[in-house]
C-alpha cells in the first residue's frame, strides 16, 4: 500500500515555548491540524504593539507500519496571517536536537563580524545595560552611528565574549575629554560621544579604561557585514491574475520581516543635493619649515594646513611624510611613529612615538576651502552587481576630495581618496589624480536598481594670483540705434577723471582708433572696442555716427557646389557703399570620431550658415569668427570669397 499525504505527520518537540531551551528533539505528540494554538500561542497586545519574534520547532514524520517505498515530501506555508502585521516564514536548522537559543542565533547571524570601528567603549559597560556609551576622537572623522545598524562587541580574541547588538537610536554630542601623557602632563582632545539604545541588554561586562585619543580597550566594537545563514520560505500574493501557460508571474512583493524594525524621520532642510566637499588649496609653490620636540602622547598644532602629501619630517635617520591620516616612511610602514595621527585639514599632530626628540618639519601650506563638488553615478541593477568597478573622472580630482558611495542591503558605505590617490573606507582601491582613472573595489556587491553615487572637486578652479600681470581691459560692445553706419563719421566719447576721451574710425574704415581701440560693424551698427578708462561715475559711453537712409538693395546669385576649397566669386551691382554689404553663405562640415587606436567609428555632416559682411575697408569679414575671408570691388560690385580661408580645414577638438 502506498504512503499517502495522511502518512505524513507533523510532530511537536519536547517544548513548545519561547524560552531558551524551547524546542528540543521529536516526541510522539502530533500536532493536530485545526486545533487553536497548536504550534503558536495567542499575540498579545503588547507584543502586537512593541513587536515580537515567537520561534516553533515542529518535525515532519511519515507515520506508518508498512515497508512502502517512501519518494519525498515537502512543506510549504500555503496562506499568510490575515493580520497585515502578522508575517510567518519556515527554515531549517538540519539540527534534529538544537533548541531556541541555537535556533535564534541562526536568524541573527545574517551577519558576520567586520573591521573594527573607530568607535571606543566609554568605561566599563556592565551586563544588564539597554544603552551603550561610545565615542570617538573628532580628528579621526569617525562615522556615526546608524538607526538600524548592527555591531559586534568582543572582549580581546575571545570568541565567546561575543554579542551581536543592534541600533535604536542615537544620542550624539561633542565632548572634550583630558588624558595624562606619559611625563605627567594633562592634555584634553575632542571627541564625539553617542549614547546608543540597544535592541538587547548587554549579556557581560564589557571592560574599558577612560577616553584616551589613543585608547588600548580590551573591549572591541566591531562593523558587521551581511552573510545570511539561513534560507526562509514563506507566501506572497499575486499582483495580478496569471494565466495558463505563462512563464512569468508578477507578485506583490518578494521580502518578509523576521525581526521587528521601527524606523524614524529625520527632516533635512537647506541641503545641497551633491553636499559640500573640503580642498585644501596650496596658497604657495614654496615649503615653510618649523621646528618641534616629539614626546610620545604629545600634539603640535601647526599654524596652517598643509597640501595632501607634502607634510615631511626626520626623525633618527628616517624621513617619514603623510598619507592619509598616518606617517610613514619610505617602506610605506609607520615604524617608530607607528600610532601617530595627523589631521591635513586642522594641522595637528598627535604623537604616539618609540623616540624623543628635535625635528624639523616642512610642508606646503594651504587653505581649507568648502567647494561645491561634481557628481557621477553608477546605475546598478541585476547585469552589473560586481564587487569591482572603473570609471574615468573628469575634470581630474583634487588630492583628497574624491569619495564614493554605494548601498548594500539599505544601508550606505563610503570610500574616499586618503590624499595620495590611495581609496580607503568601506572597500579599496586606486584613483590616478593625474588621469582621472579610478577602480573602486567594494566590499559587497551593491544592492540591485541602486546607485555608486560619486563625487569630487577639480584643482584647477584656484590659480596663482602671485603670477597674474595687469588685467587686460574688458572688451565692450555697444549699438547704435540704427543700422547702415556711414564709414568715417563714428566717434566714442566718455569722460574719466574728469577729462574727455574719443575713439573714432576716420584712420582706417572698420577700425576704431584712439582712447580706444577696437572694430566697427557698419550694417549692424554694432561697435566693440577696449579701453584703459571706464566712464566716471554717473556718466556713459556716448556714441556719434551718420547713417544711410536710403533703403537697402537685395539680390541674389546662385554659388556652385565647392568640394576642393576654390575661390567663391561672383559679382553685385556696381558702386556700393562701403560697409553696407552682407550675405549669408553655408557650407557643409564633416565630422568624424576615431577611436583610441585611430580607427574611424563613425562620420556625419551638418551644414552651417556664416554671415559675410564688408568691413567698409575692401575687406570681407565672417561674422562667426571675426576674420577676413575675402574682399570686395566697390567700384564694380566684384565679390572674391577666399577658398582657403572660408573653407578651412579644423583641427579635430
Known amino acids: 500500500m502506498a504512503i499517502t499525504k495522511d502518512d505524513i505527520k507533523l510532530m511537536q518537540p519536547e517544548r513548545l515555548t519561547d524560552n531558551s531551551d524551547g524546542g528540543g528533539q521529536m516526541t510522539g505528540l502530533e500536532v493536530i491540524d485545526g486545533d487553536i494554538n497548536n504550534l503558536f500561542e495567542d499575540i498579545s497586545r503588547v507584543n502586537r504593539t512593541y513587536g515580537s519574534v515567537s520561534l516553533r ?10 515497508a512502502d517505498l517512501y519518494l519525498d515530501a515537502h512543506s510549504i506555508i500555503s496562506a499568510q496571517p490575515s ?79 561575543r554579542q551581536f547588538i543592534k541600533v535604536l537610536s542615537v544620542e550624539e554630542s561633542r565632548e572634550t575629554f583630558t588624558y595624562q601623557v606619559a611625563n605627567g602632563d594633562i592634555r584634553t582632545f575632542t571627541a ?60 506583490a512583493d518578494t521580502f518578509a520581516p523576521i525581526i521587528p524594525t521601527a524606523s524614524s524621520e529625520t527632516p533635512v532642510i537647506d541641503q545641497r543635493p551633491g553636499g559640500t566637499l573640503s580642498q585644501i588649496v596650496p596658497t604657495t609653490t614654496e615649503t615653510v619649515s618649523l621646528s618641534i620636540s616629539i614626546a610620545n602622547g604629545g600634539t603640535t598644532q601647526l599654524p596652517t594646513a598643509w597640501v595632501p602629501g607634502t607634510l615631511s619630517l626626520t626623525l633618527s635617520g628616517t624621513t617619514y611624510t ?60 541585476e547585469t552589473n552587481r560586481n564587487f569591482n568597478y572603473v570609471l574615468q573622472v573628469y575634470p581630474v580630482p583634487a588630492p583628497g576630495t574624491f569619495v564614493a558611495a554605494y548601498q548594500y542591503l539599505g544601508k550606505w558605505y563610503e570610500i574616499a581618496d586618503d590624499g595620495t590617490g590611495n581609496l580607503t573606507g568601506d572597500g579599496s582601491g586606486q584613483i590616478n589624480l593625474d588621469t582621472g582613472s579610478a577602480v573602486l573595489t ?92 571706464e566712464p566716471d561715475a554717473g556718466t556713459d559711453w556716448q556714441l556719434a555716427y551718420d547713417y544711410l537712409t536710403t533703403e537697402n538693395q537685395t539680390a541674389s546669385r546662385n554659388i556652385s557646389e ?77 565679390v572674391l570669397v577666399y577658398g582657403t580661408d572660408f573653407l578651412a580645414v579644423l583641427n579635430p577638438q
Open 57 to 66: 520547532k515542529a518535525f515532519l514524520k511519515v507515520d506508518t507500519s508498512t
Open 83 to 161: 493580520d497585515p502585521n502578522v508575517s510567518a516564514l519556515v527554515f531549517d536548522t538540519r539540527d534534529f536536537y538544537d533548541e531556541r537559543q541555537e535556533a535564534r542565533q541562526r536568524v541573527e547571524s545574517f551577519v558576520i563580524q567586520g573591521p573594527v570601528t573607530g568607535l571606543q567603549l566609554r568605561g566599563n559597560q556592565l551586563q544588564g545595560q539597554r544603552a551603550l556609551i561610545v565615542y570617538a576622537a573628532t580628528i579621526n572623522r569617525v562615522p556615526a552611528p546608524e538607526i538600524g545598524e548592527t555591531y559586534m562587541l568582543q572582549i580581546d580574541d575571545n570568541l565567546e565574549t
Open 192 to 251: 564625539d560621544q553617542y549614547v546608543i539604545e540597544l535592541s538587547a541588554p548587554l549579556a557581560r561586562d564589557y571592560p574599558a579604561g577612560e577616553p584616551n585619543p589613543k585608547p588600548n580597550n580590551q573591549s572591541r566594537v566591531y562593523s558587521t557585514q551581511a552573510a545570511p545563514s539561513a534560507r526562509y520560505y514563506g507566501t506572497t500574493t499575486l499582483q495580478e491574475a496569471a494565466d495558463a501557460g505563462a512563464t512569468s508571474v508578477r507578485v
Open 322 to 381: 603623510d598619507k592619509g591620516n598616518i606617517l610613514v616612511n619610505g617602506s610605506g610602514e609607520q615604524g617608530a611613529l607607528e600610532g601617530t595621527t595627523v589631521d591635513r585639514f586642522t594641522g595637528e599632530i598627535i604623537w604616539q612615538s618609540t623616540t624623543t626628540g628635535g625635528a624639523t618639519l616642512s610642508w606646503q601650506p594651504g587653505v581649507v576651502r568648502q567647494q561645491l563638488p561634481h557628481t557621477g553615478r553608477i546605475e546598478i541593477d
Open 442 to 533: 567594494l566590499q559587497a556587491q551593491p544592492d540591485a536598481n541602486s546607485l555608486i553615487f560619486y563625487r569630487w572637486t577639480e584643482p584647477s578652479i584656484y590659480t596663482d594670483a602671485r603670477n597674474d600681470t595687469e588685467q587686460t581691459p574688458a572688451q565692450n560692445t555697444i549699438a547704435a540705434t540704427h543700422d547702415d553706419l556711414v564709414p568715417g563719421t563714428v566717434v566714442l566719447s566718455w569722460t574719466a577723471d574728469g577729462d574727455p576721451k574719443t575713439a573714432n574710425d576716420t584712420g582706417t574704415p572698420g577700425t576704431l582708433t584712439g582712447d580706444a581701440t577696437g572694430t566697427v560693424d557698419y550694417s549692424s551698427g554694432r561697435v566693440q572696442y577696449t579701453a584703459a578708462t
Open 562 to 638: 565647392n568640394t576642393n576649397r576654390a575661390d567663391i566669386s561672383f559679382t553685385i551691382e556696381p558702386d556700393l557703399k562701403p560697409g553696407s554689404v552682407a550675405f549669408p553663405l553655408t557650407k557643409r562640415i564633416r565630422r568624424e570620431v576615431f577611436s583610441e587606436t585611430g580607427d574611424k567609428l563613425s562620420e556625419h555632416y551638418r551644414y552651417q550658415t556664416h554671415t559675410i559682411r564688408d568691413n567698409g575697408n575692401g575687406d570681407l569679414v565672417d561674422s562667426r569668427t571675426r576674420s577676413i575671408v575675402g574682399e570686395i570691388n566697390y567700384s564694380t560690385g566684384a
